[in-house]
């Protein structure tokens, strides 16, 4: 257990907004490490290295496996309280391997470094811990701050699109990775230390805020880590962890071959990254949206509006559309994005509570991962086999009708925002 500061539960101001900053700041280098680079790096790594697309897609999906691979772990050390010492390692290790990747010259290295030191660095200080703690510091007003948190990600799929453009353009994309690497590291690093505290409890809190009355001394842990054989019982962790996996093809699939799509349709590079930029600001607008009906609604209505949000984005793609017709597909497409990882934050922990937050998110990211890790890489091979991503796109739309319908099945007891479980 990591040791903290004591300090007075009657004076201290409650710390759990500086730790959604923290949060947030880790979320959006993670994703300006992974998600939001990776896709802008098929084309530079395709024509640097002599590689097909499929190949290329590739060091995604392996570094999707090693994410889900280390979620379990990943998860009990975060449920057990070690989470400030490991986001710092995570913050140092996915700097490094970007560094590497900038420095390849063969193209194995690439699918060496991205999963083995990019993605688990990444892991370690990404969307489970994020997520957890937060989860940890909010019951009443989750939906609200897994919102602000999730808006990272959005911010980072904003800023690095147009930064990596003007950087490729200006020098090359191993200028380009390397400076992001070394940004992401001067900027994450320092808040990480200062701000990540595991749990209120550690610091004489509670959730929310909540008042300690004078003479009371808050628990040392508040809540009790189920077994990961007790959470392999529980229906909703298969039924939650399969909808999502589908659910979470989707925009790794669109994140990875948007912009060589825009490409083939004769868009230039600049402005393909364009397209990811804009569903990065719908993506937070949806965000917005979600924060103010999150803690109020039942998170299985918003699932199923956000499948419906994400068909349509498909079927405007495959109405071979114009470069203004691509913009909307993006704001499209970001409007229902932005809300995914904040409900499934929201629907984990009204199933789970915080006890199991982090093992939830671990076991069911591990369980999805052969759906999640694949999509990127087939779409890349039935582009190369094909010529064209129609077929992909198609898949695509059955798996989010595939995820709604599995989604019926989640049962949450007497819904009541703003609740755990065992309330």
């Known amino acids: 257990m990591e040791s903290v500061s004591p300090v007075s539960p009657t004076d201290a101001p409650f710390r759990g907004w500086s730790v959604v900053a923290a949060a947030f700041a880790g979320q959006m280098i993670f994703s300006s490490g992974t998600f939001a680079l990776y896709g802008l790096l098929v084309i530079p790594l395709t024509e640097t290295f002599d590689v097909s697309r499929g190949a290329v897609s590739l060091g995604q999906a392996l570094g999707m496996l090693m994410m889900g691979i280390m979620g379990p772990l990943i998860g009990h050390m975060v449920d057990a309280g070690y989470t400030r010492r490991m986001m ?136 009790v880590s189920p077994e990961a054989r007790e959470l392999m019982r529980d229906p909703n962790l298969w039924v939650q962890g399969l909808a999502f996996a589908f659910l979470f093809a989707s925009p790794v699939v669109l994140s990875l071959h948007l912009v060589p799509f825009a490409v083939d349709l004769g868009v230039s590079f600049m402005r393909a990254s364009y397209l990811l930029a804009v569903s990065s600001v719908f993506s937070l607008i949806g965000k917005l949206v979600f924060i103010g009906f999150a803690d109020r609604v039942d998170p299985r209505r918003a699932v199923w509006a956000i499948t419906g949000g994400l068909v349509l984005p ?58 999640i890790a694949s999509a990127g890489v087939l779409a890349g091979v039935i582009y190369d086999r094909t010529g064209s991503y129609t077929m992909s796109f198609q898949l695509q739309i059955v798996l989010l009708v595939l995820s709604a319908t599995i989604m019926l099945f989640l049962r949450i007891p007497e819904f009541e925002p703003g609740t755990e479980p065992s309330d």
């Open 88 to 223: 710092l390692f995570g913050a140092v290790l996915m700097p490094v391997g970007l560094l590497l990747v900038s420095r390849a010259t063969a193209f194995w290295q690439v699918l060496v470094c991205f999963p083995l030191i990019v993605s688990v660095g990444g892991s370690m200080f990404g969307p489970i811990p994020t997520m957890t703690l937060v989860s940890n510091w909010f019951i009443r007003r989750r939906g609200f701050v897994l919102g602000i948190i999730a808006a990272g990600a959005t911010t980072a799929s904003f800023i690095v699109p147009p930064l990596f453009a003007w950087l490729m353009e200006r020098y090359d994309w191993r200028t380009a990775v390397a400076s992001i690497a070394v940004g992401g590291f001067v900027i994450v690093a320092p808040i990480l230390w200062a701000y990540v505290i595991a749990r209120p409890e550690d610091v004489g809190q509670l959730p929310d805020g909540e008042a300690v009355s004078d003479g009371e001394t808050p628990p040392d842990s508040a809540v």
């Open 314 to 371: 498909f079927l405007l793609l495959l109405s071979g559309p114009s470069y203004t017709l691509l913009l909307i597909t993006a704001g499209v497409f970001g409007l229902a994005v932005g809300t995914v990882i904040p409900v499934h934050g929201l629907i984990v922990g009204a199933c789970f509570g915080r006890g199991g937050f982090g093992r939830v998110m671990g076991i069911g990211g591990l369980m999805g991962l052969p759906i």
